[in-house]
């Protein structure tokens, strides 16, 4: 880790250093700190471990396992998808992943994202270090480790129903409002955890609560109308995980009303939880 956070901080300095004469080119700049940030992030989280980077997509499988035992076998809770067999755990099994795998990715990145900055002490203080990529490195290591398992969902449903949507193409529509919503979040949450260190805490039971008022482990039919409406207009993850679900295992989108509403509301989010995050900025160096 301390060999990392050096690396960083001379690839930092030279940035600084160089100060790129356009504009372009300290943006360029900055997302190339960003991905070999990433890059290394994923190497230190695996080093040393015999399965390597296939440890997320074992956990994002042995959370389909729990789930579709829980739900499928012992609450008998049953579905039907065109082109799977009918009332399988199978077919409640591939339709319960494609709920999971934006939701992982976005409890595994908000929460990372939310510590990020009181996390790296050495790059607050004392180094000329851009402080608006810490909350994205965990943001993007986290969907990069889904993709693992998106790849898992989509070769299992080519199996499973003998053909492949051509909407896949439209899986980066979705990507959108999620990252956007992710990384919303995670400068809120991680400008206040300077200041809160009780938020991270705060953040694990809010997101217990809204995982089950998420359609996640239970098909959104069984929810009352009255409320059905409500959630899927106001909860953007609830939107977001039946729009991975109609391009990967339908084929169409019967919600684009919702996925248009998640994108202006997770932009929305992005630009208060930014703001807020550059607001509280000059004072990290202070606290820490």
Known sequence: MQRTVKGVAQ???SLGGRRPASTRERRWAKLNLLATLVRRDL????????LGNLWPLLNQLSQLVIYTYVFSIVLKVKLSLAGFPENSDITFGVWLFAGLLPWTAFTSGLIKSGVSVVGQPNLVKKVVFPLGLLPLVPIFTAFLESSLGLAALIVIVAVSSQKLHATLCLLPLVWLPQLLITAGLG???????VFLRDIPQTLGVILNFWFYLTPIVYPA????????VWIFWLNPMAAISEVYRDLILLGEVKHWGEWGLATLISAAIFC???AVYRRLRPAFADVL
């Open 272 to 274: 208060g939880g930014l």
């Open 221 to 228: 039919s069984i929810i009352p109308q009255e409320w059905r």
């Open 187 to 193: 400068y809120l949450t991680a400008g206040l955890t």
């Open 11 to 13: 690839k930092a300095r």
């Open 43 to 50: 190497e230190a989280q695996y080093k040393g471990s015999i």
